[in-house]
């Protein structure tokens, strides 16, 4: 059964002059031609309680219409009924008016009911007689009573209904939850409705900096306006809902596709003061099978994996279902199923990439990169790290590297080699965990190796509570003795407080900032980019290296701009053990 909204029980005041086809109606209830007041107000009586039990469909304007007859037959002016959440609302005569007789008359209160029920809820309904009608029988008064509390337990009734959907199908904002959109997307199944329709999942970008920077209330009120002006451009024929934070869940009509992506690419909220906010998102799309074969977990499964890509593309992605993601969803979990061996088996295996001082050529370090040895080749991490993100595999894979460092850095110590620094990639994965910098001390200390030979590399981060989270476990690194850097700084959203408020010490520059070509002249924008991150790192105190260092007229680009260090091609790619233990016996390139 698939919920539908219920009716509004909220009515303007109505008068028997507007009451549409008001004449013609009692007729078409009551049958033609003359029937006594007794039969009338029998027969209106019972269609009335049978419309108001018809919970499948209930006809609102039908019950109000035969309200109306009900008034004319006992010659009332007035009848009101409201609906109060609380006793103070009643008392400020807030309350919502649910059903309004009015015939314009004058006239006399002689009737008021009031209940109240279990749910904060105070119903009461009031009817009123002018002087100048001849005053009700007993008869009359009793069915008038009737009529009256027939009505009264027909509001709170469906005041409780409306509450209990409120509670089911909204958040605790009054956006749809991810309930109400999936029976949406189960009646449109079923009705198979599903022929030109898209699915789609989207997050808005960085929300977390527009409530820091506007504060909660102002933020929530971009939320809602960003979400109401994206409703009204989908229409009747579209549906948004909220999985919660920032994450949005909607169907629209193929036709609105290009609508709804310019819109979530880049829309422009006003704040209550009128400065104007910048939102973009990412999203992913599915455009859903014809009529017979729409699954919903298939439909589920495809926006999410086209979602999952659109995330890890740059600032305002847009990424597309389709068949390959079906490929790479098998792939996937055979990589996944094949993990646990391959760790057994130690196919894992550090490839090391020099770090080197552009001034001198002296080797200064070096970054761990795994490389997996299956089945007679070697694979690149960007080949089965991404999956592993997905079950948070990579927590251990990432610490099982840190320990094959290790013991590379034992053997090189035991062998009397001079030492550099090591540095390990690290997954966002591990910032959720409490246990991180003790376990790294942990592992790091088995091999007796000082802290100081360690780096870790962690990527930028945006949501609030990671923030936090960050902070605090980079605090705690720092206090172990090991280096910590912003990797690949420079592609996410850097904001200047992650920089500031974050103990790294260590800045590595994307090689995204790094020119093309060396035509470039002085003062192309990313050289000027370049020249900005470089000097504010120095302001800061922070190490500054630059990744993928290519040419010759990188080289002289950092130098011009005082980045010492640098990491890529033009030394050396990721190479094996053995080839970087020569490395390390020379200590220098010659440049
Ligand atoms: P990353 O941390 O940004 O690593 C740098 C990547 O740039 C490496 O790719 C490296 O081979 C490549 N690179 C180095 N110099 C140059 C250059 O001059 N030009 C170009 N075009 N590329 C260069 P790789 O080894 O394929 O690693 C890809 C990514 O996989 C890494 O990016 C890192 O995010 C992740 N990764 C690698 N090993 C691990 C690991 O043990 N744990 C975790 N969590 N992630 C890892
Ligand atoms: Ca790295
Ligand atoms: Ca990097």
Redesign the pocket.
């Known amino acids: 059964m698939t919920p539908k909204k219920p009716n509004s029980y909220k009515q303007k005041p109505r008068s028997v002059g507007t009451a549409k086809n008001a004449p013609e109606f009692t007729e078409a209830v009551l049958g033609p031609g003359e029937v006594d007041k007794d039969t009338a107000f029998f027969k209106l009586y019972a269609k009335m309680v049978s419309a108001m039990t018809n919970f499948d469909n209930i006809d609102v304007e039908l019950i109000e219409n035969l309200l109306i007859e009900l008034c004319r037959i006992f010659r009332l002016s007035k009848a009101v009924t409201h609906v109060y959440r609380n006793e103070q609302e009643e008392k400020d005569g807030k309350g919502e008016t649910l059903c309004c007789y009015d015939n314009g008359k004058e006239g006399e209160q002689i009737f008021f009911f009031r209940v109240v029920t279990s749910v904060m809820t105070i119903a009461t309904t009031a009817t009123y007689m002018s002087p100048d009608e001849k005053p009700l029988d007993d008869d009359e008064r009793k069915k008038v009573e009737l009529v009256m509390k027939t009505v009264l337990s027909f509001v709170s009734r469906n005041r409780m209904r409306d509450l209990v959907y409120e509670l089911a199908y909204f958040d605790e904002s009054g956006y749809p939850n991810l309930r109400n959109w999936c029976e949406y997307l189960g009646r449109i199944c079923a009705q198979k409705k599903t022929r030109d329709k898209l699915a789609f999942r989207y997050n808005l970008r960085h929300f977390s900096l527009i409530n820091r920077e506007f504060g909660r209330q102002v933020g929530d009120g971009i939320m809602r306006s960003h979400y109401d002006q994206l409703n009204m451009q989908l229409g009747e024929d579209g549906f948004i809902a909220r999985l919660g934070g920032d994450n949005f869940i909607g169907v629209c009509n193929a036709e609105k596709t290009r609508t709804v992506i310019d819109y979530l690419t880049q829309a422009e909220i006003r704040t209550p003061k009128g400065e104007g906010v910048n939102i973009t998102c990412s999203a992913g799309f599915y455009r859903m099978p014809n009529d017979h074969d729409a699954g919903f977990d298939e439909i589920m499964g495809s926006i999410i994996s086209a979602y999952r890509v659109a995330q890890t593309g740059g600032m305002d992605s847009i990424v597309f279902f389709d068949d390959s993601f079906n490929e790479k969803r098998v792939k996937g979990m055979k990589i996944q199923q094949e993990f646990n061996e391959a760790i057994e088996k130690n196919e894992f295996k550090p ?1 090391y ?1 020099p770090k080197v001082n552009v001034n001198d050529g002296k080797l200064v370090g070096a ?4 490389r997996w040895f299956h089945g007679g080749k070697i694979i ?3 080949e089965f ?1 991404p999956f592993l993100e997905e079950t948070s595999e ?1 927590c251990r ?2 610490y099982y ?1 840190l320990e094959s460092v290790c013991k590379d850095l034992k053997r090189w110590t035991d062998e009397g080699k001079d030492l550099v620094r090591v540095s ?4 966002r994965k591990h910032i959720l965990n409490t246990y991180f910098p003790e376990t790294i001390a942990e592992i790091v200390d088995k091999y007796k190796i000082p802290h100081d030979l360690i780096e870790v ?1 962690l990527t930028e981060t945006t949501s609030e509570v990671e923030f936090g989270e960050l902070k605090r476990m980079t605090t705690a690194l720092r206090n172990l003795g090991f280096h910590i850097s912003i ?2 700084f420079g592609i996410g959203y850097s904001s200047l407080n992650l920089i500031k408020d974050i103990p790294w010490n260590v800045l590595k520059i994307d ?1 995204s900032f790094l020119p093309d070509s060396c035509e470039g002249s002085e003062m192309s924008s990313s050289n000027i980019m370049f020249s900005l991150v470089v000097s504010m790192t120095r302001q800061l105190g922070l190490e500054c290296i630059c ?4 040419t010759q007229a990188h080289i002289e680009l950092l130098k011009r701009y005082g980045c010492d260090l640098a ?4 030394f050396d ?2 190479i094996p053990v053995e080839e970087f233990e020569d490395r390390l016996e020379k200590g220098k390139y010659d440049i």
């Open positions: 490839f990439q970054e761990a990169l795994c690149p991490p960007v790290i990579i894979l990432d590297m390990i990639n690290f997954s590399e990797d690949d090689k990744e993928g260092v290519e990491q890529g091609y033009f790619k990721p």
